[in-house]
T-cell receptor, first 111, second 113 residues
Framework: QKEVEQNSGPLSVPEGAIASLNCTYSDRVSQSFFWYRQYSGKSPELIMSIYSNGDKEDGRFTAQLNKASQYVSLLIRDSQPSDSATYLC???????????FGTGTRLQVFP | NAGVTQTPKFQVLKTGQSMTLQCAQD?????MYWYRQDPGMGLRLIYYSASEGTTDKGEVPNGYNVSRLNKREFSLRLESAAPSQTSVYFC????????????FGPGTRLTVL
């Protein structure tokens, strides 16, 4: 079992819809969770961090964390073609110096 | 405040040549990382440094060496480049207090012929 799992996609949504990206992790003592956006040919850009169970909202983005189910998700409201990118989920476990990354979900938003 | 910077942006090497990729951060972060990213493989950790003066192997260290020159700088060296090292290389740094967020540099696209 991979430590951090994401569906590779592509996830295709129409402009204006809600895009829902999901991530599961295997280490129960994971404590910090991150979502990165990576455009083709560019470096990963941090867009959300979440540490506590529940929802965290930032503009059109909402991160959701459920530690009991070992599940973290990213919702993008009012999706725009400019949101088309690969989204990487990353997890930091307790007492470690390394983020564990999923392989990413490719999101396509069509007009 | 430039964040994480990397040089060069692009490089073409011949098999057997050596080169050093440079990375610097101005966020006063303790931890620094080198990753490579290949199509379909995701980000793979090559080496990391939890603090000045320490380095540790990651998932794919063979063929690479690193130096943590000071708190700001972390370099990656290819002693004898091989075509299998053709990749995009990213440097990153992470704070170890507060939110522990990790930030990436712009990357170096390396081709080994």
């Amino acid at each position: 079992q991979k430590e951090v799992e994401q569906n590779s996609g592509p996830l295709s949504v129409p402009e204006g819809a809600i895009a829902s990206l999901n991530c599961t992790y295997s280490d129960r003592v994971s404590q910090s969770f991150f979502w990165y956006r990576q455009y083709s040919g560019k470096s990963p850009e941090l867009i959300m961090s979440i540490y506590s169970n529940g929802d965290k909202e930032d503009g059109r983005f909402t991160a959701q964390l459920n530690k009991a189910s070992q599940y973290v998700s990213l919702l993008i409201r009012d999706s725009q073609p400019s949101d088309s990118a690969t989204y990487l989920c990353a997890v930091l476990s307790y007492n470690t110096d390394k983020l564990i990354f999923g392989t990413g979900t490719r999101l396509q938003v069509f007009p | 405040n430039a964040g994480v910077t990397q040089t060069p942006k692009f490089q073409v090497l011949k098999t057997g040549q050596s080169m050093t990729l440079q990375c610097a951060q101005d966020m006063n972060h303790n931890s620094m990382y080198w990753y490579r990213q290949d199509p379909g493989m995701g980000l793979r950790l090559i080496y990391y440094s939890a603090s000045e003066g320490t380095t540790d192997k990651g998932e794919v260290p063979n063929g690479y060496n690193v130096s943590r020159l000071n708190k700001r700088e972390f370099s990656l060296r290819l002693e004898s480049a091989a075509p299998s090292q053709t990749s995009v290389y990213f440097c990153a740094s992470r704070g170890t207090s507060g939110y522990n967020e990790q930030f990436f540099g712009p990357g170096t696209r390396l081709t080994v012929l």
